[in-house]
């Protein structure tokens, strides 16, 4: 006997909720309520007449004959998505819905300023913007884009470059007249230095100098300070009110460079290794980019370049 027709677009639900392993998160992907999800999924398990999934109380996994039937369907619901993605994109003006995640920082001050004039140019596109400095995976929380600022893009994914960037070391003029100025990297031992939240343990800066003619030096030096923090803008606002002197990324220093504001520190020597040199844009590797996804990288690109 066949399936019953609804059973075909259950099987679908049954392949995404495998990817998000999440009722929630697969609710969100396809638009429908964590109840009806629930529901779809019951009622496919009774036309298969045996468990496809196993619930706990913290994550959501299939059985064997669960991952048999996703394993058997996978393919085809993908290249049925793309086909239609790709329909949907030749059909008029681009639209739907473009999920992206980024860091917290970079969003407020970057990504979001360039949202208005990119809804001006495409009207019919909707974004979520998820601010998150956690790392997601972006297949299993339904992301379309995610924009990180790192060192190199993992190479299971689709990398666009949005810009270069680079580490800048600042202090306020206030903080460096009572304190004053490291002649080298390794005076910042005596300094307050605002350091990035990574770990509980010590923390050490890196600084290279290039000299014509010669090899280039490099430094590590250990830095303590009265400040960490997991936000670059906190660790900026604390430099600005004279805590210290602060690493940061110039997408959140740059804008704020000036003899009233923050001046740069030991400016001959270039930070390394702490933040990444790159923000990519970054989504799940898949043989069609959705239109509106391009127009979005795109839009950042020349966005952000400027």
């Known amino acids: 006997m066949s399936a019953a027709p609804t059973a075909f677009a259950d099987l679908h639900l049954l392949t995404v909720l495998a990817q998000t392993r999440s009722y929630t998160q697969a609710a969100r992907r396809l638009g429908v309520s964590k109840a009806s999800v629930s529901m779809r999924i019951a009622e496919l398990e009774r036309t298969a007449g045996m468990p496809l999934v196993r619930r706990t109380t913290r994550s959501v996994g299939l059985t064997e004959i669960g991952q048999q039937l996703v394993d058997d369907t996978q393919v085809a619901f993908q290249r049925i998505d793309q086909s239609f993605a790709r329909i949907k994109d030749l059909a008029g003006s681009p639209r739907g819905l473009v999920r992206v995640t980024a860091p917290v920082a970079l969003g407020r001050q970057h990504i979001a300023a360039t949202l208005p004039a990119f809804f001006a140019r495409y009207p019919e596109v909707r974004i979520e913007l998820d601010l998150n400095d956690r790392l997601v995976n972006l297949t299993q929380e339904g992301f379309d884009l995610a924009i990180r600022h790192t060192q190199t893009a993992p190479d299971t994914h689709v990398a666009w470059v949005l810009r270069e960037s680079r580490s800048l070391l600042v202090a306020s003029t206030a903080y460096l007249r009572e304190h004053g100025t490291p002649a080298k990297p390794a005076d910042l031992a005596q300094h307050a230095c605002l350091l990035y939240l990574r770990d509980a343990g010590a923390q050490s800066w ?5 000299v014509p003619r010669k090899p280039a030096e490099r ?24 805590l ?21 520190v030991l400016a ?28 979005l990288v795109d839009h950042l690109r020349l966005s952000l370049a400027a």
């Open 206 to 210: 890196t600084f290279e100098r290039t």
């Open 219 to 242: 430094v590590v030096v250990p830095v303590n300070g009265p400040l960490r923090a997991n936000n670059s803008e906190v660790l900026r606002e604390a430099a600005l009110a004279g």
């Open 244 to 264: 210290g002197i602060g690493l940061l990324p110039d997408f959140s220093a740059a804008t704020y460079l000036g003899p009233k504001q923050l001046v740069p």
């Open 268 to 295: 001959q020597w270039r930070p390394l290794g702490f933040f990444g040199e790159r923000i990519y844009a970054i989504r799940p590797w898949a043989p069609q980019v959705p239109r509106a996804v391009q127009l």
